[in-house]
């Protein structure tokens, strides 16, 4: 059976299949600036609706870091140097909804990037409606945002 491939691609019904079949392997990307650290409200499924850190899936061939600059700038317009990532942990996390219906079983890497000020965010509003600069950890966050966050020293 030929599938296919758009600009190289998957196809939407294989990216369906693996997601519900799959964990799929996602780099995270904390952004720092002094004492607070940056989330994005989600537009879409899984964890619609809810504070997140920018990111996304790894491309085959794709390093982590390189997912991490290449998320950074689709999602919030923002050029970062390698040199400036720096890891935090990894993590799982289940989600009861996913695009395609079914659940979703995410294995997340974190990093971080800081900055002495708040950089100005240019945000592609087709995955989050909305970014916003936090100090503290709100409890009703997903429990992998509150975790991510306390490893990386916030309360």
């Not at 919030?76 to 993590?91: E, S």
């Not at 800081?114 to 966050?141: A, L, M, V």
Request: contains cysteine; aromatic residues 14%; negative net charge.
């Amino acid at each position: 059976m030929e599938s296919k491939k758009i600009n190289g691609f998957l196809s939407q019904e294989e990216y369906k299949n693996i997601c519900l079949l799959t964990p799929i392997i996602c780099a995270d990307l904390l952004i720092r600036a002094k004492d607070k650290f940056l989330l994005g409200r989600r537009i879409n499924k899984p964890a619609q609706g809810e504070w997140f850190f920018p990111g996304g899936r790894v491309f085959k061939n794709e390093t982590l870091k390189e997912a991490i600059i290449r998320k950074a700038k689709d999602e919030l317009g923002l050029d970062i140097a390698d040199k400036n990532i720096y890891f935090i942990g990894i993590d799982e996390h289940f989600f009861d909804d996913s695009r395609f219906g079914g659940s979703t079983h995410n294995i997340s890497v974190l990093y971080g990037v800081r900055f002495d000020e708040e950089p100005e965010i240019d945000f592609d509003n087709t995955q989050n409606q909305e970014f916003k600069w936090f100090s503290n950890i709100d409890g009703n966050w997903h429990p992998y945002v509150k975790s991510a966050l306390r490893k990386a020293g916030f309360d």
